[in-house]
């Protein structure tokens, strides 16, 4: 997963070490909805994917997306 907290702490503005599957906007106050497009685009780009509209409402945290990206053969390591 430290493949993917470099993604997310790209996008957020924060560090990779503050980061876990319960991660969220409820907790991250930088995730806010512009930082949550980025974060989308960040992570299309990064594991070349395209995800639904259905993919991105349902994210809730960070687990939420290696749940997504699982689903589309992207193998993530540890947590």
Known sequence: MKELKKVLAKALGIKPNMINDQTSPDNVKAWDPFHGLL???ELENHYKVKFT???IVS????????????????KLEGK
């Open 39 to 41: 974060l989308v685009t």
């Open 53 to 55: 509209m259905d993919d």
């Open 59 to 74: 994210v809730r945290n960070v687990g939420d997306i290696r749940k997504a990206l699982k689903r589309y053969g992207i």
